[in-house]
């Protein structure tokens, strides 16, 4: 398989949707034969810097797909970073450099219920995942978010309960988001888990369901897609090696 293409999207909206999250809608001609079917899968977003410098990259979800747009979800930190800091003041007719679509993750869909965590960074996913179960399904779905007001309107099966976090301040412990699951019943029958959040969150979860649950590689999914006080760089580093030190199984 090659490398991701690279392609000069403009931007055709910039909104904010909640206090912490900002979309923005790509387009124009370079979307052009962009794949259909890609909400949840990533995108690289390409930043150049000097002659001697690698770009930038940084990595997110598309949100929403339509035929000629896609839709980007930007969390706002207190400290913003170089994709935030541009998607926060994007202006129709902007332009990015955008690598991709990658791979999409999707939680398992063969199974008795279902059980998805993750902070705002996630909720993207989260929202795909929610939307793509089938409408008889079961199960929790726990959010992390900064603020009340960060609530967003999500599709979801009936019989599949959202529960919202308020945590202004994350911590390396991952302790609110942990202690939330942990607190819920673990339904009779074969679950499915996706979990995407901080670093110390999702080693919480990891390690919490490999303790107390035997959940099968084939239904669990689990990731980190930020880390406290780490640029994405320093986040990738941490990740290698913790999957190094990771036990198999």
């Known amino acids: 398989m090659g490398k991701p293409e690279k392609r000069e999207l403009e931007v055709v909206r910039s909104t904010r949707i909640t206090p912490h999250m900002h979309r923005v809608t790509l387009g124009g ?18 930043f150049p810097r000097g002659e001697e410098e690698s770009p930038l990259m940084r990595t997110y979800t598309i949100r929403h797909q ?4 896609i839709d980007v979800d930007f969390v706002l930190h207190e400290h913003m970073g170089p994709a935030s800091g541009w998607a ?3 202006r129709p007719g902007d332009r990015i450099l ?18 998805l965590a993750g902070d705002m960074t996630a909720l993207p ?7 793509a ?3 008889d399904a079961r199960g929790h779905a726990v ?15 009936d019989n599949l309960q959202v529960h919202w976090i308020i945590n202004p301040r994350p911590d390396p412990t991952g302790t609110p ?21 901080e670093f110390g969150s999702m080693r919480a979860l990891r390690r919490w369901l490999k303790q107390t649950h035997e959940v099968p590689r084939s239904h669990l999914y689990v990731s980190s897609y930020w880390k406290i006080g780490q640029t994405e760089d320093g986040h990738k580093l941490a990740k290698r090696q913790d999957a190094m030190a990771e036990p198999a199984g």
């Open 133 to 135: 179960l089938p409408d």
């Open 88 to 90: 926060a003041s994007a």
């Open 66 to 69: 339509r035929a000629t747009e």
């Open 125 to 131: 996913a989260i929202s795909v995942n929610l939307a």
């Open 29 to 46: 001609e370079g979307l052009a034969g962009f794949p259909a079917d890609q909400e949840s899968a990533y995108i690289k977003l390409i």
């Open 143 to 157: 959010i992390e978010i900064a603020d009340p007001a960060d609530k967003q309107p999500l599709v979801h099966p």
């Open 177 to 197: 988001l942990l202690d939330k699951v942990q607190g819920l019943p673990w339904l009779d029958g074969q679950p499915a888990v996706w979990a995407a959040c």
């Open 98 to 115: 955008v690598g991709g679509p990658g791979a999409k993750k999707l939680i398992q869909p063969q199974a008795d219920w279902f059980l």
